[in-house]
T-cell receptor
Framework: QKEVEQNSGPLSVPEGAIASLNCTYS??????FFWYRQYSGKSPELIMS????GDKEDGRFTAQLNKASQYVSLLIRDSQPSDSATYLC?????????FGTGTSLTVIP | GAGVSQSPSNKVTEKGKDVELRCDPI?????LYWYRQSLGQGLEFLIY????????KSGLPSDRFSAERTGGSVSTLTIQRTQQEDSAVYLC???????????FGQGTRLTVV
């Protein structure tokens, strides 16, 4: 069974701090890795994609991928109250995306 | 259109009725996915379409669920003889290629009473 595991949280950080979200996956054949943000009552919104080992930065967000350890992470720098949401890790092997159950993040002003 | 469009946004139906949910993917996207999300739960895969290939139906929970994609574009998810446990948000996503970035529509909230 292909699994994606995330810490369910909740994770609370003060405004301006770095939030660190982690994800592990079980299928070594996974090709693509994504982070989605989901506000309460809304659909998931893609915020980062990463396909190869290493870091990928986009504004305040940095995704990190380590295929040997089957580990994906998301760092949010200078966290803002508007970052408060559930963050979903998603892994694709081709024909579908496998989602973690999400980590709830609260940024405290 | 600019994004994935789903209709209706909300649907309330009586137990035992059939419902149809529509998804209009981003133009040019060959891959289309249906997921559902029950309250407070994760995303459950339902079905995947890629171009003209046979769909991956491995996630459909019962034979009451079916989906089609006409002309490689618009998709319709049909639930027959709805049950209360079918109540959930049904999400459609599309991507330009297999395993590429997928973008979700706003979802259809289905309530079976």
């Amino acid at each position: 069974q292909k699994e994606v595991e995330q810490n369910s949280g909740p994770l609370s950080v003060p405004e301006g701090a770095i939030a660190s979200l982690n994800c592990t996956y079980s299928d070594r054949g996974s090709q693509s890795f994504f982070w989605y943000r989901q506000y309460s009552g809304k659909s998931p919104e893609l915020i980062m994609s990463i396909y190869s080992n290493g870091d990928k930065e986009d504004g305040r967000f940095t995704a990190q991928l380590n295929k040997a350890s089957q580990y994906v992470s998301l760092l949010i720098r200078d966290s803002q109250p508007s970052d408060s949401a559930t963050y979903l890790c998603a892994v694709s092997t081709g024909n579908q995306f496998y989602f973690g159950t999400g980590t709830s993040l609260t940024v405290i002003p | 259109g600019a994004g994935v469009s789903q209709s209706p946004s909300n649907k309330v139906t009586e137990k035992g009725k059939d419902v149809e949910l529509r998804c209009d993917p981003i133009s040019g996207h060959t891959a289309l996915y249906w997921y559902r999300q029950s309250l407070g739960q994760g995303l459950e895969f339902l079905i995947y379409f890629q171009g003209n290939s046979a769909p991956d139906k491995s996630g459909l929970p019962s034979d009451r669920f079916s989906a089609e994609r006409t002309g490689g574009s618009v998709s319709t998810l049909t639930i027959q003889r709805t049950q209360q446990e079918d109540s959930a948000v049904y999400l459609c996503a599309s991507s330009f290629r297999e395993a590429g970035e997928a973008f979700f529509g706003q979802g259809t909230r289905l309530t079976v009473v």
